[in-house]
Nanobody, 124 residues
Framework: QVQLVESGGGLVQAGGSLRLSCAASGLTFSNYAMGWFRQAPGKEREFVAAISWSGSSTTYSDSVKGRFTISRHNAKNTVYLQMNSLKPEDTAVYYC?????????????????WGQGTQVTVSS
């Protein structure tokens, strides 16, 4: 049974930082590309960042580029999202997702497994 469990969310002031973690189990983690997505109230789920199975390739949405960093530790079966210079518009539930194969994608439908999400709230 595949499980993705996010942690690290919380309440932070604008300009602050948070580090999200996503611990995976039930799969061979190094065979999966990983992505982070977010969903704000009343909005569709949107792509944030993704990383290839080796960690050698990363992609970001324009809205977070230069502020967020995705990374992974395959020996720990964990993917991270370091979020700096947070803005109120970053407020959302953040989800990690897993996609079998080497390459990542920004397409929500390209991921088979999803976590339950962790809330990030940025106050102004």
């Amino acid at each position: 049974q595949v499980q993705l469990v996010e942690s690290g969310g919380g309440l932070v002031q604008a300009g602050g930082s948070l580090r999200l973690s996503c611990a995976a189990s039930g799969l061979t983690f190094s065979n999966y590309a990983m992505g982070w997505f977010r969903q704000a109230p009343g909005k569709e789920r949107e792509f944030v960042a993704a990383i290839s199975w080796s960690g050698s390739s990363t992609t970001y949405s324009d809205s977070v580029k230069g502020r967020f960093t995705i990374s992974r530790h395959n020996a720990k079966n964990t993917v991270y999202l370091q979020m700096n210079s947070l803005k109120p518009e970053d407020t959302a539930v953040y989800y990690c997702a897993a996609r079998w194969g080497s390459s990542s994608t920004a397409y929500t439908g390209g991921y088979k497994y999803w976590g339950q999400g962790t809330q990030v709230t940025v106050s102004s």
